[in-house]
Nanobody, 127 residues
């Protein structure tokens, strides 16, 4: 079974930083993507960043470009999301998700394209 475990959320002041971690296990394909998504109260879930295992390509949506960085440590089966210069509008529950098989990074920030989801971790940014 594929399992994704997200952690690292918390309460931070605007301008601060957090690093989220997603530990993945059970992925059986050599090619896969892991993405970070978020959902704020009353809003739809949206893609934030993703990384592909085969070519290492990454993608960040415009609202987080220059502030968030996704990376992976294959030895630890872990994908990180370093979040800097946090803003109150970044407040949301953050989820990691995986898609097995070939694809593009842009496709992997679309929630409907992901196959497996972990439980979320709350990120709250105070003004």
């Amino acid at each position: 079974d594929v399992q994704l475990q997200a952690s690292g959320g918390g309460l931070v002041q605007a301008g601060g930083s957090l690093r989220l971690s997603c530990v993945a296990s059970g992925l059986s394909f050599d090619e896969y993507a892991i993405g970070w998504f978020r959902q704020a109260p009353g809003k739809e879930r949206e893609g934030v960043s993703c990384i592909r295992s085969d070519d290492g390509n990454t993608y960040h949506v415009d609202s987080v470009k220059g502030r968030f960085t996704i990376s992976s440590d294959d030895a630890k089966n872990t994908v990180y999301l370093q979040m800097n210069s946090l803003k109150p509008e970044d407040t949301a529950v953050y989820y990691c998700a995986a898609h097995e098989g070939p694809g593009t990074v842009i496709a992997s920030v679309v929630p409907d394209n992901m196959d497996y989801w972990g439980k979320g971790t709350q990120v709250t940014v105070s003004s």
